[in-house]
C-alpha cells in the first residue's frame, strides 16, 4: 500500500474474503485475498503483494496456486483478478488471461484476467 500509494486498500470486501498470509519465521512477506462473487458465480483475487526484497522466489506463484487450490476446494471453477496493466505478463504465466478493456484503478491502469480452473 505505502510502495504503491493506493489510498482504499482496506474495504468492506476484507470481511468475506480469506487471506492468505506467507511467513518468513514470523515475518509475513506476502500476502493476498479471495472472495466469491455469488453473482458471477466466480472467485476473485486481490491485493497480492509481495515483501520486495523477497520478489523474484516465486513467492507470488505460491500464493496463486494456494489461492487456487483453496478455490477448488470450495468448489469454485474460476479466478478472476484486476491487475496492473506493469503485471499482466506474470499472471500470464500463472495461466490467467486478459478480457475487457483497460481501466483506471486510483491513477493505475488495470485490465481484468481469469482462468478456468
Excluded at 526484497?53 to 478472476?80: D, N, P, Q
Excluded at 503485471?87 to 491513477?107: A, L, N
Aim: with cysteine; hydrophobic share 30%; proline share 3%.
Amino acid at each position: 500500500m505505502e510502495e504503491q500509494g493506493f489510498k482504499n486498500e482496506f474495504d468492506d470486501i476484507d470481511n468475506i474474503s480469506f487471506h492468505i498470509v506467507m511467513y518468513d519465521e514470523t515475518r509475513p512477506v506476502a500476502t493476498c485475498r479471495v472472495y466469491e462473487d455469488i453473482v458471477k458465480n466466480e472467485y476473485i483475487l486481490g491485493r497480492l503483494s509481495v515483501v520486495k526484497e523477497y520478489r523474484g522466489m516465486s513467492l507470488g506463484a505460491k500464493m496463486i496456486g494456494e489461492a487456487e487450490r483453496i478455490v477448488k476446494e470450495e468448489g469454485g471453477t474460476s479466478i478472476r483478478l484486476h491487475a496492473q496493466c506493469r503485471v499482466t505478463p506474470f499472471y500470464g504465466q500463472q495461466g490467467y488471461k486478459e478480457y475487457g478493456v483497460i481501466e483506471d484503478d486510483e491513477g493505475c491502469p488495470h485490465i481484468w484476467m481469469k482462468k478456468q480452473l
